[in-house]
Nanobody, 126 residues
Framework: QVQLVESGGDLVQAGHSLRLSCAAS???????IGWFRQAPGKEREGLAY????????YYRDSVKGRFTISRDNAGNTVYLEMNNLIPEDTAVYYC????????????????????WGQGTQVTVSS
């Protein structure tokens, strides 16, 4: 079965960087992998996604220029490089896999995603 395993979360000071990894396995193919986060008391929000076929990337406006999504050549591992972290970035970060995009929802919305990882905690102290 499809498994997604996130890693790389940590406690860091503001201004520092982190790189999260999402190792995907058990799939035959997929359309895109996205990164989301959820802070306590807040809704899950999409940060970025990357398409498998061509490596196209798209970002939430609030993280453009600070976060970078990338993947290895096989598309089995997807990364989220986060720079200049601020306390507001504190959240549980999840990766998710979309097998087919119907186009009804943006890929920054949780609905198109079929599989989710367990999450990794990122805490940014001021």
């Amino acid at each position: 079965q499809v498994q997604l395993v996130e890693s790389g979360g940590d406690l860091v000071q503001a201004g520092h960087s982190l790189r999260l990894s999402c190792a995907a396995s058990g799939f035959a193919n997929y359309y895109a992998i996205g990164w989301f986060r959820q802070a306590p008391g807040k809704e899950r929000e999409g940060l970025a996604y990357i398409r498998r076929v061509d490596g196209y990337t798209y970002y939430r406006d609030s993280v453009k220029g600070r976060f970078t999504i990338s993947r290895d050549n096989a598309g089995n591992t997807v990364y989220l490089e986060m720079n200049n972290l601020i306390p507001e970035d504190t959240a549980v970060y999840y990766c998710a896999l979309c097998t087919f995009n119907s186009g009804v929802y943006s890929l920054l919305h949780p609905n198109p995603y079929d599989y989710w990882g367990q999450g990794t905690q990122v805490t940014v102290s001021s």
